[in-house]
């Protein structure tokens, strides 16, 4: 089941969604997962901390999956 997380600016940096998700405890955490490869957006893994992340897409680590609204 995903988890929808509603945004109000154009777009939320990656790391920032994951914090702002509550999906990890820190910035610490979210930057040691990005680079390690375990973030996909829209089914591509991504190791940019700063990607920018839009209405509509669709994060996934582990069993965690978020859908950007």
């Given at each position: ?33 990005i680079l390690s490869g375990e973030v996909k ?15 509509g897409d669709i994060v996934q680590f582990g ?7």
């Amino acid at each position: 089941m995903a988890t929808k997380i509603k945004i109000q600016d154009e777009f939320i940096k990656l790391d920032s969604l994951l914090k702002y998700s509550s999906s990890v405890g820190s910035g610490g955490e979210a930057k040691l997962m990005i680079l390690s490869g375990e973030v996909k957006v829209n089914g591509k893994i991504i190791t940019q901390r700063g990607k920018k992340i839009r209405k509509g897409d669709i994060v996934q680590f582990g069993d965690l999956k978020i859908e950007v609204e």
